[in-house]
Every structure is written in C-alpha cells, then in structure tokens.
C-alpha cells in the first residue's frame, strides 16, 4: 500500500522535495504525494504542477496546514521557513501523522524538544533532512576515516568564507532572528552535522560571533540553485532594494570532541566580494580533505611520505568492505562501491532528498521507526550552532550538554518568547 504524503512549504526548498519525491518514484511507490500546501497559492500550485508535470498526478492544493492534515495524510514534510518547523510538527504529532522536517530541526533548541518529547510519546516517526551525510562520497569519507586511513583523527578544520552584499538566497525570512534563528545556523547545522558525523559528538566549545555586514541587497537568486525559487512569492521585505538583517552573520568556534580531536567552525555571511573554504580533517598518519557535498568529487587523503593523493583505486582497497546502503545504491543503478560520481548537482540534489523519503516510509510501514537523523541526531547538530551563538553572546566557554537541555539559552530566549513557547 503507498502512503500519502503532504508537503508543507512550497518555496525554493520545497521544489526540491517535489523533484525528491519525482525521483523516489521512479524507483519506489511507497508515497504518493497527494497534497501540497503554502499560504501562497501559487507557489503551491508551482509545485502541484511540477509533480504532475512528472508523475501524472496533481496532488491536492492547500493554503491551510489544518485542511491538508484532515486530507488523509500519514506522513507531512515540512518544508517551510524555520519558524514553522514545530508548530506543523506538533499538529502532526496531534493527528497521529509521522514528520520529516527540513534542517534545522526547529527554530531553538526548546522547540526541539518539544518535537521530540511528543514524537516519542505517540510512537511516531521524526526524521530531519540533513541529506549532506548521505552523498555517497560523505559515506566513503567516514568508512576511511573508521578504517583508520589517516590515522587517529587530531584535529579538523572548517572554514566557509562567503556571502557579503547578497541576502542569502534573497529570502526575506533569512533576515529575521525570529524566523531563522541566524543565518549563521542555516549553514551551520548542515556543517555540524557532518563534523559530529565524521569526528563523534563534540563535548563543549567557545566562539565569538558578530554582524558585520548588516544591510544585504536583494539582488535576486543566483547559481545552481535559482531554478528552484523562480515560482515562490516572497511575503517578508518584498520590494525593497537593500534588507536589514538583524543576527549574527559571523562565527568562529573552537571544539572539543569527546574523542579528544579538536576543531575549527568558522562560518561567515558577511565576506565582501570574496568566497573559500577550507575542510579538512588532521590524523597521525596523514590529512584528509573532505568531499564537496553533491559534486561527486571524493575525498582526497595526503598521506606523510606522499606528494600526491591517493588515487580512487588506493582509497577502495583501504575499505574493502564498505558499500552503500541498498537503497542510496539503486538511485546510481545497483553500484554498491564507487570512488567518485558523475550525475550533476540537480540530480544528486533529488536523489539524496529521495533517500530521506524512501528512509521515511521504511520506518513508517516496518514499524521500526528508525531513522538515521533522527530527533538526537538533529538535535547535536543544532546545539553546535546554537552552542557558538550563546558562547559568542556570553564570551563563555559552553558545554554541550547544557544546551541540549536548555540549561544554557539565553541567546534564543527572546526567539522563544516570540514564538510563544
Ligand atoms: N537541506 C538543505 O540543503 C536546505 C536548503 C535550503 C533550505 N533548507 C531549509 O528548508 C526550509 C525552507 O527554505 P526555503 O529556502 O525553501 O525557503 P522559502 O522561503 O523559499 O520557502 C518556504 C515556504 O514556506 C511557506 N510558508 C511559510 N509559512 C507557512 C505557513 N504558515 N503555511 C504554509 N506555508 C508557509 C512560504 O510561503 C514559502 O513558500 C528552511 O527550513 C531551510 O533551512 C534546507
């Protein structure tokens, strides 16, 4: 039997997940998207006809969260701006119906909790789209990192330079503490999470953060990315030129893994006219440098005695038991192992989301529950991003563990009182 599926969010993300879900069908009927909601009807309409377009069916259009969810849905993805994630996962919850919520899992940590206190009371699935770790070559980079390819990991560095002029995809929601928590954790969650993913949980660390470059303009989506957001209907800031933006749009974190390995997060919006990245992970016997998610490109390990890195062939025979999972491996036709890829951005884009789905409706009809990012694994990464932003508003050092249960949040206090939890 398929399940239904709605999808709550209609906006450059939530086209994504339309083409997710394009992409789960070829190959699994387990949902059949059969409503699709936003405030704006058109951008709901965008995506209803884009899945028709592909499938043949033209999932039902809503404008009320409420109506979609006495529609007959067992599952709802939540796809909307930050704000909405709890409040939609909440209703669910209250309706018997199962949830995979876009990174971040919520808004702050407390709406995290919430989520996950009631998922866990009513026996139902929660599941966060944090697709960066399931790039087949994030999943090669943490078989050789576990096969001890350079050693013991010591320490790693995270780097992302970038932003500056723009608003971050010209969203308006982007701008607003209230509805994004900071631009710093749109970014952050997803680097946190492959950090904890690759490394182990991360125990405390301390940060300091500022704004820098306060007044964005809105120039319009630009990159790979763009096609994605040509049918959404901007509601916060339309018309203006130049948008305010009233967060922290600069990080630097200094980590302590539980391990004992060490690590640098640094996260920059606020770099004028200037992008780079660094992503590396140090070990005794050699330094990695980690995968550009979603470019099929695989990691590059320098080994001491070595000038060049190893080649594909090298790093395969280091983890000669690693394969993909069976589902990841029948969206590239079956290949178990491989040492690089060439599908493209769009269709990688699809495909991971469709692995977040097909993961989704496993747990759903086994009745395992299970899923890989589930409400703790979520919730560490946004304690990472949340622990840099109370540790850069306190000038203290933070322990992990006191923001995950909110003994440490005076940072996301006033984002709580606004959103009335
Ligand atoms: N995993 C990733 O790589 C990735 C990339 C981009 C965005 N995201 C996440 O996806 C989410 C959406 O981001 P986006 O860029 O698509 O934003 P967006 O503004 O393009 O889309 C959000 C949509 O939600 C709708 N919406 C907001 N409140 C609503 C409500 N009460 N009822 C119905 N619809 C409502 C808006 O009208 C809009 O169409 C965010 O949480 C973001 O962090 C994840």
């Known amino acids: 039997m398929s399940l239904n599926l709605g999808l709550v969010g209609c906006g450059g993300m939530g086209m994504r997940h339309a083409h997710g879900y394009i992409e789960m069908r070829k190959h699994f009927d387990s949902f059949t998207l059969s409503a699709v909601c936003d405030r704006h009807k058109a951008a709901a309409n965008g995506v209803a006809s884009a899945v028709e377009d592909a499938t043949g069916h033209r999932p039902q259009v809503f404008t009320d969260y409420e109506a979609m969810l006495a529609s007959g849905v067992h599952a709802v993805d939540i796809v909307t701006d930050t704000r909405m994630h709890h409040t939609f996962a909440l209703q669910a ?5 199962h949830i995979l919520t876009e990174k971040p899992m919520a808004l702050t940590m407390k709406a995290c909790r919430l989520m996950r206190d009631v998922a866990e009371e009513k026996g139902l699935v929660l599941s966060i789209g944090e697709q960066y770790r399931r790039d087949p070559m994030n999943r090669l980079a943490k078989a050789l990192l576990d096969a001890g390819a350079i050693g013991e990991p010591g320490f790693a560095m995270k780097v992302s330079v970038g932003g500056g002029s723009a608003l971050m995809h010209d969203t308006g929601w982007r701008a607003l503490k209230s509805r994004a928590g900071s631009i710093i954790i749109e970014q952050g969650v997803h680097e946190a999470d492959l950090l904890i993913y ?26 790979q990315i763009a096609q994605f957001y040509s049918h959404r209907v901007e509601d916060a800031f339309a018309n203006q030129e130049t948008v305010e933006i009233d967060q922290e749009d600069t990080a630097i974190g200094i980590l302590s893994f539980a391990s004992g390995a060490i690590g640098q997060l640094t996260i920059t919006n606020a770099s004028i006219g200037y992008g780079a990245g660094i992503n590396t992970i140090h070990g005794s016997a050699g330094t990695m440098q980690m995968p550009p998610t979603r470019t099929g490109v695989p990691p590059s390990i320098y ?6 890195p190893l080649s594909q062939q090298q790093m395969l025979e280091l983890v000669p038991d ?38 989704l409706a496993s747990a759903i009809e086994s009745n395992c529950r299970k899923v890989e990012v589930d409400a703790e694994v979520g919730m560490k990464a946004l304690a990472v991003s949340y622990g840099i932003l109370e540790s850069g508003n306190s000038r203290q050092p933070v322990s992990l563990v006191d923001i995950m249960d909110g ?12 959103a009335g939890i």
């Open 93 to 97: 919850f209250d309706a018997g119906v």
């Open 303 to 308: 080994l001491e005695s070595a000038q060049e």
């Open 322 to 359: 690693w394969e993909l999972d069976e589902v990841t491996a029948t969206f590239f036709g079956g290949t178990r192992r491989m040492g690089s890829y060439e599908v493209g951005f769009e269709a990688i884009d699809r495909i991971l989301v469709a692995i977040e789905m097909k993961e």
């Open 198 to 223: 690759f490394l182990g949980d991360i125990e405390s660390l301390s940060a300091h953060t500022g704004l820098f470059a306060p007044v964005r303009t809105r120039e319009g989506m630009t990159g």
């Open 407 to 418: 003994s440490v949040a005076e940072y996301q206090s006033e984002i709580d009182r606004e």
